[in-house]
């Protein structure tokens, strides 16, 4: 880069409150004289794509987004980093409900049923939790029908909708279980979407981490450091920060680790989202 | 600090029915860093209390092996949940009797709060013109407002509707002219404190409170007497020029002092007058009992702008001579109107006459002539209450429109 552009983030569209948090980001940064952008991508595909081609600087990710990316690159012989995340992106479960009242008590006996999902490319509703699944033995699609509801799809879960429809559907008996985020069963329970008592878990995934800010290897090295430093800064008592924060959903940035990948590589791999490399081997996957 | 341990125990409440309320009331008391132990006996508690410390910015520490009755864990306190105190300003006080409770100039922010509750700092900072305590605020609001909401009368039931007539039918047409009248000024009474109502800083909430029930009563006032209008079966009379020309000038006065003054103090406390002079000398019971409930309201209309311009002309002595052009000027523009409707005028001495005999219209005129002399007297006397001289009320008096209001 021969003229210096600001500092610039990535970021997937997946809601339109996402322009303001990175506005305000930027207005932030720009207080703290950090030259700060981002670019907005309808797609988690795009975007990586687009780091690897050096767009962007830093990507704000998907965890299925940083295995596609740390794939890429790995291909390209280059190295990602997950260098900052959410508090509340740490040590996350998936859950499987059932209806309190179903004669469901064992993972096994989902054999021959019906188990709703989010989107084909939501690593918290779909691609763990069936991972999850198959590790108990129970291949998804033909130990048990696979209902997915596809809302959003190529923004990788980030929407809400499609593990709502997933929950309706098992309220409404169309399914026998569904697949969530753990958060997301509070959160439905609260809206009402769960009914009191309704539901129980069946089971529960391992533990994982959720988003990431993304660097590649050739990124401005002090200026990532000085990103870093100025996220880690960010105060929840700061009245000023706050509703960025509170939009963003975290309390507190943390460093990013990569511990909390592990059971999405394996689940990609299981369910041949990606290959080795990068490469989209899923099936009606729109590009 | 004693690090005793709280216990919460949430029996077989699951996060999923309500068992963040209980764990939240538990942690309210506690400090940053101290934990409570969770007892229950939800089957998915654990993976529950997990989550939501992970959303909420607690530690989760489970036990590995808790036995029959033992805590499945400790909530350590994070500091998220109290961050919105930080800062957060205590605006007032909720009795405005309190030293302090009412702020000089309120800031923007403080916005919807209510006065007396800590506000978190940022937001919007919405923009009320009449934000400044010494433009608008009197004791006397909170104690009138009390005595609004406990005088509050219902038109269907407060009034006998189906009272005989009994009166010539040129006297009830000369009711409903009267009425006719009446109504066009309680809209001007209406419109006026509805368009201030909105501007006041909700800090000032009695304020609000008199302006919002005084909106009420012009309602009703409008509604008996429209009632009252059309009981006979009469259309409703005219409506001149010149009368709304008059109450023109009251909706086009921007300043809240100038236009509580020309309304309250000079219009509704002539109106006070005029609903007296109906209460006695309408010839039906109806008209004689609508004066008397909408008479009572008027006075304290009265009341509340005098108390505020009291106040308001003792903090800014300047504010007299302000009033005291408002009254010239507004005279001046409407010089070339035709001031009271002489179609009222007579309608009035027909009222109060209740016949159509030369005896009768003789005493139906000297009531009216006894009423406009009551009407300047009184006026007289409001504005000395103000601080206006003897020679000042007298002039000021003798300028205010014709047409009452
Ligand atoms: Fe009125
Ligand atoms: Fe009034």
């Not at chain 1, 907005?40 to 990710?61: F, N, R």
């Not at chain 1, 989107?119 to 997915?148: C, E, K, N, W, Y």
């Not at chain 2, 008391?29 to 654990?46: C, F, M, S, T």
């Not at chain 2, 499945?72 to 909720?94: L, M, Q, T």
Request: aromatic share 8%.
């Amino acid at each position: 880069m021969t003229i210096t552009r600001p500092f610039t983030l990535g970021a997937v569209a997946y809601d339109p409150k996402v322009v303001t948090i990175w506005e305000g980001f930027k207005d932030w940064f720009a207080t703290r004289d950090f030259a700060f952008d981002y670019v907005l991508y309808s797609s988690y595909e795009a975007q990586a794509e687009a780091h690897l081609a050096g767009d962007v600087d830093v990507t704000w990710d998907s965890p299925l987004a940083w295995v596609r990316t740390r794939r890429l690159a790995a291909a390209a012989g280059r190295e990602a980093r997950a260098v900052a995340m959410r508090d509340t992106d740490q040590n996350l479960t998936s859950v499987v409900l059932v209806r309190s009242a179903s004669d469901i008590i064992d993972v096994a006996q989902l054999a021959g049923r019906a188990v709703a999902t989010g989107a084909i490319d939501s690593p918290q509703a779909t691609l763990l939790p069936l991972a999850h699944l198959a590790d108990r033995g129970l291949d998804p699609g033909t130990s048990f029908t696979v209902r997915r509801f596809d809302v959003m799809v190529t923004k990788h879960g980030d929407h809400v909708g499609g593990e709502r429809d997933a929950v309706r559907a098992l309220m409404d008996g169309e399914v026998d279980a569904a697949c969530v985020i753990d958060g997301n069963q509070l959160l439905f329970a609260k809206e009402g979407t769960i009914a009191p008592d309704a539901v129980r878990v069946l089971s529960r995934t391992g533990v994982y981490d959720h988003c990431t800010m993304t660097v590649l290897d050739d990124a401005p090295r002090f200026i990532v450091e000085r990103f870093i430093e100025l996220l880690l800064s960010m105060s929840f008592d700061d009245p000023e920060v706050r509703p960025l924060l509170e939009l963003e959903g975290l309390r507190a940035w943390r460093p990013g680790r990569t511990s909390g990948y592990e059971l999405l590589e394996q689940a990609v791999d299981r369910l041949g989202f990606y290959g080795a490399d990068g490469t989209i081997l899923v099936e009606g996957y729109p590009r | 600090m004693t690090r005793e341990r709280t216990t919460v125990d949430l029996g077989a409440l699951g996060f999923d029915g309500g068992a963040d309320v209980l764990v939240k009331l538990a942690l309210a008391d506690r400090q940053v860093g101290d934990e409570i132990a969770v007892r229950g006996e939800h089957p998915d508690l654990a993976g529950h209390v997990a989550t939501w410390c992970r959303q909420q910015g607690h530690r989760w520490r489970s036990t590995d092996s808790p036995s029959d009755g033992d805590a499945i864990g400790f909530i350590e306190r994070g500091s998220a949940v109290s961050a919105r105190w930080i800062g957060a300003e205590r605006c007032g006080h909720a009795d405005p009797t309190t030293e302090g409770a009412i702020d000089a100039a309120p800031p923007a922010s403080w916005g919807l709060a209510a006065r007396g509750a800590a506000v978190e700092p940022g937001g919007p900072t919405p923009q009320f013109r009449l934000g400044v305590r010494e433009e608008v605020w009197t004791d006397r609001a909170a104690p009138l407002y009390a005595q609004a909401a406990a005088a509050q009368w219902d038109p269907a039931t407060a009034v006998d509707w189906s009272a005989p007539i009994e009166h010539d039918l040129r006297v009830e047409a000369a009711i409903v002219q009267v009425m006719t009248f009446l109504i066009e000024n309680e809209e001007a009474a209406l419109v006026v404190p509805a368009r201030f109502l909105g501007q006041i800083h909700p800090h000032f909430r009695e304020i609000q409170q008199f302006l919002a029930v005084t909106v009420a009563d012009e309602a009703r006032h409008i509604e008996v007497f429209s009632r009252r209008a059309t009981m006979s079966g009469h259309d409703l009379a005219l409506s001149t020029v010149g009368g709304r020309t008059s109450l023109q000038t009251l909706l086009d006065e921007p300043d809240y002092a100038t236009a509580s003054f020309l309304l309250s103090v000079m219009g509704e406390g002539t109106f006070v007058s005029l609903l007296g002079f109906l209460e006695r000398h309408a010839p039906d019971s109806s008209t004689r009992r609508i004066a008397h409930l909408t008479r009572a309201d008027e006075a304290r209309h009265v009341a509340f702008s005098l108390a505020h311009l009291e106040r308001h002309a003792h903090v800014e002595p300047d504010l007299r001579s302000r009033l005291a052009r408002a009254v010239e000027q507004r005279h001046r523009a409407l010089q070339g109107t035709a001031g009271l409707n002489e179609d009222v005028f007579d309608a009035l001495v027909v009222l109060a006459a209740g016949d159509i005999t030369p005896e009768r219209v003789r005493t139906g005129w000297q009531h009216v002539q006894a009423l406009q002399v009551e009407m300047s007297d009184a006026r007289r006397a409001r504005l000395a209450r103000l601080g206006f001289t003897a020679g000042e009320s007298e002039a000021l008096s003798s300028l205010h429109t014709r047409n009452f209001m």
